[in-house]
C-alpha cells in the first residue's frame, strides 16, 4: 500500500533502513549517519591492512630484516671477544651461548617498535595518515592490523639471528622449553609494538620517534640483563632491573635455551613471570586502544 512503509534491508547492516514505497532507489538508501554498516570484525579490512603492512616493510627488507640480523651479530661477536675469552661461563654455559638468546629477543623487540612505530608518524608526516582513518575499521582492528604486522617483522628478524648464530662458533642454540621461546618472544613483540604504536600516535616527527628508541628503548633494554645476570648488581639496582619488564622478557626467553635464568629455575617462577607479562600487556593494550579511539593527534 501506498501510505505503508516498507522495509529494505541493507545486506551489509544489522539494521533495517525504512523506504517510503514509491521512491526512487527504493532500497539503496545508505543507513543513517550513526548506524555501522559492518558488524562483527572486518575481516577483509583487517587482513588489506596487515598485508600492507607487512608488504611495506618486506619491500626492503635488506633495512628492515637482514640489516638488524647483521648488527644483533656484530654485538655477539664484540661481547664475546671483549668478555668470553679465557672459557668464561655463565650459569653454567659459555659466554656466547649465554648472551645469544638475549640478543635474539633484543633484536626482535627493538623491530617490533621500529615497524609500529612509522605506521601513524610517516602517515602524519605525508599527510596520507586518511588513508588509516577513513577505511571501515574500527580502532580495535587498526590495532590489531598494525601490531600484527609489526609481530611478524620480530619474528622474521629473530629468524635471522637465530639462524647466523646457530653456525658461530662457541653458540648452542637447544630448546629444553620451547614454549618459554614462543611465549616471551611473542608477549616482548607484542609489548613493544604496542609501545612503538603509541609512540606513532604521539609523536609529530622523525625526532620524537628516535628520542623515544635512544632514551627509552635502548637503555631497557640494554639494562635488562642481556649481557650479565643481575645477581652480580647491588641491591638497589637488582630491584631497579626487576621493575623493568624488558628484564622479564629476556631472562624468560632465555630460560627456554638454558633452562636456567634470573626470574628462577623452576617452570612456576617462570610461569608467573609469563602471566605478569600477559596481564601488563593487556592493560597496556587497553590504554593504547583508548588513546586511539580518543583521536588524540591523529583528528586534530
Given at each position: 500500500?501506498?501510505?505503508?512503509?516498507?522495509?529494505?534491508?541493507?545486506?551489509?547492516?544489522?539494521?533495517?533502513?525504512?523506504?517510503?514505497?514509491?521512491?526512487?532507489?527504493?532500497g539503496y538508501r545508505l543507513p543513517p549517519r550513526g548506524v555501522p554498516?559492518?558488524?562483527?570484525?572486518?575481516?577483509?579490512?583487517?587482513?588489506?591492512?596487515?598485508?600492507?603492512?607487512?608488504?611495506?616493510?618486506?619491500?626492503?627488507?635488506?633495512?628492515?630484516?637482514?640489516?638488524?640480523?647483521?648488527?644483533?651479530?656484530?654485538?655477539?661477536?664484540?661481547?664475546?671477544?671483549?668478555?668470553?675469552?679465557?672459557?668464561?661461563?655463565?650459569?653454567?654455559?659459555?659466554?656466547?651461548?649465554?648472551?645469544?638468546?638475549?640478543?635474539?629477543?633484543?633484536?626482535?623487540?627493538?623491530?617490533?617498535?621500529?615497524?609500529?612505530?612509522?605506521?601513524?608518524?610517516?602517515?602524519k608526516i605525508q599527510g596520507t595518515i586518511i588513508d588509516l582513518l577513513?577505511?571501515?575499521?574500527?580502532?580495535?582492528?587498526?590495532?590489531?592490523?598494525?601490531?600484527?604486522?609489526?609481530?611478524?617483522?620480530?619474528?622474521?628478524?629473530?629468524?635471522?639471528?637465530?639462524?647466523?648464530?646457530?653456525?658461530?662458533?662457541?653458540?648452542?642454540?637447544?630448546?629444553?622449553?620451547?614454549?618459554?621461546?614462543?611465549?616471551?618472544?611473542?608477549?616482548?613483540?607484542?609489548?613493544?609494538?604496542?609501545?612503538?604504536?603509541?609512540?606513532?600516535?604521539?609523536?609529530?616527527?622523525?625526532?620524537?620517534?628516535?628520542?623515544?628508541?635512544?632514551?627509552?628503548?635502548?637503555?631497557?633494554?640494554?639494562?635488562?640483563?642481556?649481557?650479565?645476570?643481575?645477581?652480580?648488581?647491588?641491591?638497589?639496582?637488582?630491584?631497579?632491573?626487576?621493575?623493568?619488564?624488558?628484564?622479564?622478557?629476556?631472562?624468560?626467553?632465555?630460560?627456554?635455551?638454558?633452562?636456567?635464568?634470573?626470574?628462577?629455575?623452576?617452570?612456576?617462577?617462570?610461569?608467573?613471570?609469563?602471566?605478569?607479562?600477559?596481564?601488563?600487556?593487556?592493560?597496556?593494550?587497553?590504554?593504547?586502544?583508548?588513546?586511539?579511539?580518543?583521536?588524540?593527534?591523529?583528528?586534530?
Amino acid at each position: 500500500m501506498a501510505d505503508q512503509a516498507r522495509t529494505a534491508v541493507n545486506s551489509s547492516s544489522p539494521q533495517p533502513v525504512e523506504t517510503p514505497a514509491g521512491t526512487p532507489g527504493e532500497g539503496y538508501r545508505l543507513p543513517p549517519r550513526g548506524v555501522p554498516v559492518f558488524t562483527g570484525i572486518n575481516r577483509i579490512g583487517l587482513w588489506s591492512l596487515y598485508i600492507k603492512e607487512v608488504r611495506r616493510f618486506l619491500k626492503v627488507q635488506t633495512q628492515t630484516i637482514w640489516a638488524p640480523a647483521v648488527t644483533t651479530l656484530l654485538f655477539l661477536v664484540i661481547f664475546t671477544v671483549a668478555l668470553g675469552r679465557s672459557g668464561r661461563e655463565v650459569l653454567g654455559v659459555p659466554f656466547a651461548t649465554f648472551v645469544a638468546p638475549g640478543l635474539i629477543v633484543m633484536g626482535m623487540m627493538q623491530n617490533a617498535f621500529a615497524n609500529s612505530s612509522f605506521s601513524f608518524l610517516s602517515g602524519k608526516i605525508q599527510g596520507t595518515i586518511i588513508d588509516l582513518l577513513m577505511p571501515p575499521l574500527s580502532e580495535g582492528e587498526l590495532m590489531a592490523g598494525i601490531v600484527g604486522a609489526a609481530v611478524t617483522r620480530a619474528v622474521m628478524v629473530g629468524g635471522a639471528v637465530a639462524l647466523a648464530m646457530a653456525f658461530y662458533p662457541g653458540v648452542e642454540l637447544a630448546a629444553p622449553h620451547l614454549w618459554a621461546i614462543v611465549w616471551f618472544g611473542l608477549m616482548g613483540a607484542v609489548m613493544l609494538s604496542l609501545m612503538g604504536l603509541l609512540t606513532s600516535i604521539w609523536a609529530e616527527k622523525f625526532d620524537h620517534n628516535a628520542a623515544v628508541t635512544n632514551f627509552v628503548i635502548a637503555p631497557l633494554s640494554l639494562l635488562s640483563g642481556t649481557f650479565y645476570v643481575i645477581d652480580n648488581l647491588a641491591p638497589a639496582f637488582q630491584a631497579i632491573s626487576r621493575a623493568n619488564p624488558f628484564f622479564y622478557v629476556i631472562s624468560g626467553f632465555r630460560y627456554g635455551f638454558l633452562g636456567e635464568s634470573d626470574i628462577g629455575n623452576t617452570d612456576m617462577a617462570v610461569s608467573h613471570a609469563a602471566l605478569g607479562l600477559l596481564a601488563f600487556n593487556l592493560v597496556f593494550g587497553f590504554v593504547v586502544y583508548r588513546v586511539l579511539k580518543s583521536g588524540w593527534k591523529l583528528k586534530d
